[in-house]
């Protein structure tokens, strides 16, 4: 569904993306992790048209997306949401979500909706008339999600949507991972709190500055040490291994 | 007529350096002001005409020649400036930029206005006993307050770009300018450097004022005249950039000289707008502004 | 130089009714709140009071207040009892709809007249507002003769426009040339870029050339100029016998002082209501205004009102500029024409205005003539700064000295 | 909902009401006033479209008033076109003008005070152009002929145009009420809001942003013809001037931006305080004085505007994009 | 005796709480490190530590003196230096100007030697020393944010997330470069993310989880700790 190949960015002098290829299949959960400033955002952001690749394709149901606008690219299909969560400030939850619903309808009356659809499928319905900048840190991801989901998208791109949640809170969130993917909708997700990653992942990528160090399974990918080691630093996997 | 205007064109020239350097003044402050609180100043006008005044009634009242009067107007100027931000502008506008913008209009509104009351709409000029000497450059003349005012502003700049690089407030200025938090880790009061350039950019237009007055005359609106071509500076040197408020105001400077040559002084106005918007559109950041 | 501040003594409160209007503005409700005062006659004065014209405008307030207390000290309209004039004020604050909606206002009011208003735009729609309550309008300054030629019954204009006074220019400087035995043969004109500066410059281009002066450039500019070099140095390469401005003040002033620094040469500068000839320039700037010719609207010396108004207006701190004797003229001619009407009767006051055969005396006019509101006995006379005082030049039957020609 | 209804309650009693006060209203002086602030608030109203709700300041926004009264005032003195159709060539002209300016400043990614100071100079290049070229009548202006009469969009008393500006504003209000339940109007929220944010959601911002200056061009160009012919008179000064652009964002910011009533509300109050202040004070100078102090002294103590102040539950603080730039840089 | 002391601080921004109870206390000479993923407020507390933003609930004592109403300045007065995340370096600066004003609130009195002192730990900053900061790759900029904090003379270093972005090389570095100034008898507070380095040259570390502190010890007990792998790795 969506191929990328051979991807990179530079800033300066710093290669922040460094030819990375990879691919995610429909209906799949998949995880891209890595230590912070590793790349990840930015690979998102190339992917999803905010940031313009210096090199590298990027195909998405076997058409090259490049160069296209954001827009453009989430009315073929696919969404992200960002790691800082972006709400209108200004505006009720209902009125956020409408806003990602009007993407397939002009009538507000079925934007309207939608938008209460999608706020039962996350869990907001109680939420709806509430300013989105008296929400919770959970509710902003939340709602992320739902603004996201609101689009009718194929291919949902999630940064970091639990990044400081509370494991009651993910618990929860995964659930309605989860459920948006029995829906039918493709889910490329970066992820910090590995819990979930394990949980929910079908396959996992792990990026290291800059570079895609391994991939496969999140349980295989837990215990490659190349990957312990970029997570917890050098000599991490021996100092485990001795621990355990 | 064409071969007579470009026989002009050395002296159009000059004419624009000159003219240059005093824009730059103006835009000085502003693009400070600009720059490191990131506002828009819209009482610039009216206080370069309050400035233009307290030259004209030092001269007036005291017979203290205008250049001399820079001593006195500029810091009183920077006291000016620092109150009105700090107790003023700063404290009501709650960090809201449109509400910084509306409460500059007002300031302007309320110190034009205060001018024609206390000063009648009576236009004013100063007679320096050296106002019509000039230098001889065979294709033109050189008046003696154009020459000094165009080295005073050069001067003015150089000591304002030595402030800026060399002293710990002007590198906390420019520091805040880029990264606020950053100050703030190192201890820098953010509000205090805020008011501070507020009075940095209102003693410049102190020091412009001073050396304007000789070569052009004050009334309550005269200030607005400046506003636009300042703006345009800015705009065109970049942000912040002392540098560029002198390569800018002499481009400016140029462009409308030149301009007004080949096109006529009516039209060759255009020159300026026209540029204000090419380099917005090709270079925003402006010649010497960094990209964010 | 003139710091005082014009207080004016009117009653604006007393005719609006204060806070009764307030009230009813805020509540969006009217009720009829006119309190028409006994018998004062009412003559309403809008001018420009703030923004850029502010000067002009207290200078004309002044004039037509000075007017007005005269008129009351000397019995008032005597063919109605002797009713007191009394001015309502109003501030146009340079926008053209401010001015229109002053006049809606003084006609609640119960104005019986109204002058002003300064800027040619402003007087246009405000004499327009005026003419749909035929309210009786005379135009103190305003050079657009688009002003009295679009043949409203209602609007007056005592002094020139600049049809009449670029003719007039024409004829003065011709005079002024053979007397000198017509050394002058070529003129540069640098005018400003609106109406007044661009429509006079027409017509004087074709009025010189009845007087064999050729117009070799024509120079526009815009307003706000902030820099008159490349104009000085064009004049300058072109040689031109007499340089004639026709521009507002600011600019007047900052060429007059460019002409100079560049030391351009010639006969003389010889502009047509110049905005900034006056006497403070002539205090301000001695060196460069002497010898300076303007042709404007300008009281008669020889005359003992016209010295008494200058006296006074002097003792009182101002300066005598052409505003204040102009205002002085339009408020005399209103209220001849209330003297005569009898009454404040719009239709005979009109009626009477456009008969009007006043006496301006402190003017150097002929019989006043009114057609289609245009007085045709007026005339502009040329002026020149000498030794620090403003003489008439020409024509000669005014002339109070002879002209400094070629200014050497 | 309920909330809607009642709006619509509100709005169609205070049409009634506005509608029927000249009967009420001898004084054509407050008719005039009146009309005046209708006028301003309508222009303050295209204002707030694109400022107010799609978050892009402008500073120029005269540019359209003096391009539709010059579009019709040309069309009427030079071809006899009658200005009721001409209203809609100006319409058209102040759209098209939006379109350009539109898209050559948000196609190169300008927002903030760079926004801002673009339309100031288009609108000073418009001011020097018309100046200078031959069929605006130069500096000298257009004079047009009084000849009341609806094709003419003239009125012998002042009624007649209260209610020309009292139409142009419920359309105006209509514009913004539609909006604001609309799709059209949620994505320029949503640009105003956060404009990465929409544009991931599938908003074409461009085209929106396009768009929303359009309609602010498109209701400028009508106020051109409403003024011309109100006035008669028009000049580069007049069309292009600072003062009118600024009035627009003022009334629209006091009263509160991105809401439907922000702009009427605004400009009666600043009228009225205008108007009260000229009313005691003969003084030149003192009445803006206070004028001045007053619009600070509100600025200060509401800063969301008088329509925010009273609607405190709807938080509309850090709405717009340059607000938020700065909140952005402070975390 | 401790030098700083936290006692149950709660912190957050606007109506979000992102610290609800932490306690922590570091003595003088000490290095302690506080560990925690991404999101869990490690920030937060830093910011709550320099003044940057107001504790909602909690004292903070730093020489046994409460500075959680103190402005930023009056706390960097007192030597607490906060080195942020993300460096925050003046990009428009040179390197030199960037370190000068390190020493903003200390005049110029030491100026000269503290930047001498500063140039012998990171001698590769001497070549960079009149280029703009914005310009420095990563770990440059590193250093020159922790050479700005060094500047400052202080008492007590706050290192935020020093590690951040770099390459595995340039971390083991950045972590011999900490080890050595902290060998110097400078307190330091490393906040990090990357636990066996962070854990190898501090004495103590703390564990914030869910905005407390979950996990505490001496370093050496902590890596073998099981509970760590599984608050980093949810395994």
Sequence with gaps: ?244 | MISASLSMLPAAIINGFMYGAIYALVALGLTLIYGVLHIINFAHGAMLMLALYAAFFLFDLFNIDPYFSILIVTPCAFIFGYLIYRYGIGSLAKGKDQNILLITLGLSIIIENGALFFFSGDQQTVNLTYGFEAFDLGFMYLSYPKVISFFAALLMCAILWAAMSLTDLGRAIRAVAKERQGARLVGINVEHIFAVTFGIGIACLGAAGCMMLPIFYVDPYTGNIFVLVAFTIVVLGGMGSVVGALVGGFIIGITESVGGLLLGESLGQIGISLIFILILIFRPTGLFGSKV | MNKSILKTNTSRRNFLGGTAATVALTAGVGTPWIAQAASNVKIGLIHPATGWAAYPAAQLRYGAQMAIADINAAGGIKSMGGAQLEALLGDSQTKPEIGAAEVEKMNEAGVHAIQGCYQSAVGLAASAAAAKYNIPFSVDVGVSDKLVQRGLPNVFRMADGYGRIARDAATNLGEINRLAGSPAKTVIIVHEESEFGTGTAKLMTAALKEHSIEVIDTIKHANPTRNFDNVALRIKSAKPDIVMPINYPGEYVLLAKTLRQQRVDFMASYSVLGGGFNFKFVDDLPQIAENMIDVNHWYNPSSASGQAMRAKTEADGNYFTFEVYCAYMSVMFLADGFERAGSTDKEAVNAALAGSTIDVDFMPYGKTEMVNGQNMGSRAVAIQAQKGDVQIIAPSEYASAKAVFPRT | MSNLRRHLAFLVLGALGLIILPYFISSRFYIDVLTLIFFTAYLGQSWNILGGYAGQFSFGGVMFFGTGAYVSSILLTTFGFPPIFGIFLAILGGAFLGLIVGYMSFRSGLKGSYFALITLAFAELLRVLANSVEFTGGGVGLFLTYAPGLSNLQFETPVGFYYFALVLMFISIAIVYWLEGSRFGAQLVAIRENEDAAEALGIDTLRCKIYAIMIMGAMGGAAGTFYSQKYLYLDPPIAYSIHLSVEMLLVTIVGGMGTIFGPLVGAFVLHTVNEVARHFIDTPGLSLIVYGLILIIIIGYLPNGLIGAFKKKEKKSGSNSLDKKRSREES | ?235
């Design chain 5, 1 to 235: 005796m401790s030098l700083i002391k936290v006692e149950n601080l709660a912190a957050g921004y606007g109506l979000v709480e992102v610290l609800r109870n932490i306690s922590l206390e570091i003595n003088q000479g000490e290095v302690v490190a506080v560990l925690g993923s991404n999101g869990v407020g490690k920030t937060t507390l830093n910011n709550c530590l320099s003044g940057l933003i107001k504790p909602n609930h909690g004292k903070i004592f730093f020489q046994d003196e409460v500075i959680s109403n103190k402005s930023p300045e009056e706390i960097v007065d007192m030597g607490l230096i906060h080195v942020p995340e993300g460096r925050k370096l003046f990009p428009n600066l040179t390197v030199k100007d960037n370190l000068e004003l390190g020493s903003y609130r200390r005049g110029k009195s030491n100026r000269s030697s503290n930047l001498e002192n500063v140039l012998n730990i990171f001698p590769k900053l001497s070549e960079r020393i009149s280029q703009t900061a914005g310009t420095l790759s990563g770990g440059e900029q590193q250093m020159v944010a922790i050479g700005r904090g060094l500047m400052g003379d202080p008492r007590l270093l706050l290192l935020d997330e020093p590690s951040l972005g770099l390459s595995p090389l340039l971390v083991e570095q950045m972590f011999d470069l900490i080890k050595k100034i902290s060998d110097n008898g400078l307190t330091v507070l490393l906040v990090e993310q990357n636990v066996t380095q962070s854990l190898s040259i501090a004495d103590r570390a703390y564990v914030i989880e869910e905005g407390a502190i979950a996990i505490s010890g001496l370093s050496k007990d902590l890596l073998k700790n099981a509970e760590l792998k599984r608050s980093y790795l949810g395994l």
């Design chain 1, 1 to 244: 569904m969506l191929r990328v190949n051979n991807l990179t960015k530079k800033f300066g002098g710093l290669v922040a993306v460094s030819s990375v290829d990879l691919e995610v299949n429909e209906k799949e959960i998949v995880s891209l992790i890595g230590p912070n400033g590793a790349g990840k955002t930015t690979l998102f952001a190339m992917v999803a048209g905010f940031l313009k690749a210096d090199e590298g394709e990027i195909n998405f149901e076997n058409a090259s997306i490049v160069g296209m606008k954001p827009h453009q690219i989430c009315q073929r299909g696919m969404v992200r949401t960002f790691q800082i969560t972006q709400p209108f400030a200004g505006l009720t939850t209902l009125q956020n979500i409408m806003v990602g619903a009007y993407s397939n309808t002009p009538q507000t009356i079925s934007a309207r909706k939608k938008a209460e659809e999608v706020a039962e499928v996350v869990g907001m319905t109680s939420l709806l008339s509430q300013g989105a900048d008296g929400l919770t840190v959970a509710g902003r991801k939340r709602l992320e999600l739902a603004r996201a989901l609101a689009t009718d998208p194929k291919l949902l791109l999630l940064d970091e949507v639990m990044a400081g949640l509370n494991p009651a809170e993910i618990d929860e969130i995964v659930k309605v991972i989860k459920g948006i993917r029995d829906r039918g909708v493709t889910i490329f997700l970066i992820e910090h709190v590995m819990k979930a990653v394990m949980n929910l992942s079908d396959r996992t990528y792990v990026l290291n500055d800059g570079k895609l160090i391994a991939s496969g399974t999140p349980s295989s990918v837990a215990e490659n040490p190349q990957v312990i080691e970029a997570y917890l630093g050098h000599g991490a996997a021996e100092a485990m291994a001795e621990g355990a």
